[in-house]
């Protein structure tokens, strides 16, 4: 027996009205200021243009590796930065 479960329009409706700006505003809004503080050090220190590697990045902000991968891969998700599409030797820098 199957039932059917009506949806509302409203949950059916895509919204793509939210630029890159307010989705980042929206992204950031709710985050500890511990963590805002490390998305601007990352963004500070990405300023120059250049790609950078992920331990270069953990040295300079004097965290280990893998919570710099989390930081780094979170603003990629947000359209702060890009990366080079590799899985080993990954490098990043500012869209």
Excluded: C
């Excluded at 809004?29 to 990045?57: F, P, R, V």
């Excluded at 040295?59 to 599409?85: M, S």
Aim: hydrophobic share 35%.
């Amino acid at each position: 027996m199957r039932i059917k479960i009506p949806i509302h329009l409203a949950f059916l409706v895509n919204n793509n009205e939210i630029t890159t700006s307010d989705g980042y505003e929206k992204a950031t809004n709710k985050l500890s200021k511990k963590k805002m503080e490390q998305y601007d050090k990352i963004l500070k220190l990405m300023d120059d243009g250049n790609w950078h590697k992920t331990a270069e990045i953990a040295e300079k902000l004097e965290l280990k590796d893998t919570r710099t991968k989390e930081l780094l891969k979170e603003l990629v998700g947000i359209d702060q930065l890009v990366d080079n599409g590799k899985t080993k030797g990954k490098m990043y820098k500012l869209k």
